[in-house]
């Protein structure tokens, strides 16, 4: 799921680029609450559907992973690139796995 609430009526909302809306909310971040628990009422449409493949340790892993590959792409990262990754996150082991590949 996105992490964001945004408010659906600005330009970049209705475009899909929800991310640039001055009025977006994440989840955890004041004043929303409940990103830790079991279960969360968030609209589908911020949802997004697992393959029946895909696990759902797989799936938890797809944004850690996204970030780790983005890093490394506009970084111009390769398997002989010297890289230095402060903190042993999940985004942080994922950046390190990717730069390694």
């Known amino acids: 799921m996105e992490p964001g609430i945004?408010?659906?009526h600005f330009?970049?909302?209705?475009?899909?680029?929800?991310n640039l809306c001055p009025d977006t909310k994440f989840f955890a971040t004041p004043p929303i609450h409940g990103s830790?628990?079991?279960?969360?009422?968030?609209?589908a449409d911020l949802c997004f559907?697992?393959?029946d493949n895909m696990?759902?340790?797989e799936g938890a892993m797809c944004e850690p992973?996204?970030?780790g590959v983005h890093v490394c792409h506009r970084a111009?990262?390769?398997a002989e690139t010297n890289v230095?990754?402060?903190g042993a996150s999940p985004i942080g082991l994922v950046t390190m796995l990717t730069a390694r590949a």
Not at 36 to 43: I, P, T
């Open 84 to 86: 230095l990754i402060l």
């Open 76 to 78: 111009n990262v390769n």
């Open 36 to 43: 830790l628990a079991n279960q969360v009422a968030h609209s």
């Open 55 to 57: 696990s759902l340790e």
């Open 49 to 51: 559907k697992l393959p």
């Open 6 to 8: 945004s408010c659906c």
């Open 11 to 18: 330009l970049y909302c209705e475009g899909g680029s929800y």
């Open 65 to 67: 992973l996204s970030v």
